[in-house]
């Protein structure tokens, strides 16, 4: 499992942390929060906006990233997103697909 998250208000680069399961599935990371003044955050807003536009992002984001095995790599399995005033799901299940071509 891995947990990304970033305040695109007052950072310019995002965080990871990687976990394992415990022997009954479960994964738990602790809650992130950013510190900054009112100051930073309407510097930060505003220099999004001057240099990505449209496409500009503000305010905290964080994923929860549930990845399998698989030859040569890791495999996406799921995938569980936060939005500012909404609480990031509790709880994430996951199934193995098979991927052989026929």
């Known amino acids: ?18 976990a ?8 738990s990371f602790p ?11 309407t510097f930060g ?4 906006t001057v240099s990505l536009g449209v496409h500009a ?3 905290p984001s964080a994923q929860v990233l549930a990845y399998g095995h698989s ?3 890791k495999r996406l399995e799921g995938s569980a997103t936060y939005r500012a005033g909404k609480p990031l799901a509790e709880r994430l299940v996951t ?3 098979d991927l052989h071509l026929k």
């Open 71 to 73: 030859v040569g790599g």
């Open 20 to 27: 394992h399961a415990d022997e009954n599935g479960y994964v």
């Open 95 to 97: 199934r193995p697909i």
């Open 1 to 18: 499992m891995r947990q990304v998250w970033k305040d695109y208000s007052v950072e310019s680069a995002s965080h990871e942390q990687d």
């Open 31 to 41: 809650e992130r929060t950013v510190r900054s003044s009112w100051l930073a955050r």
């Open 57 to 59: 992002s503000y305010g």
């Open 45 to 48: 807003v505003i220099s999004q």
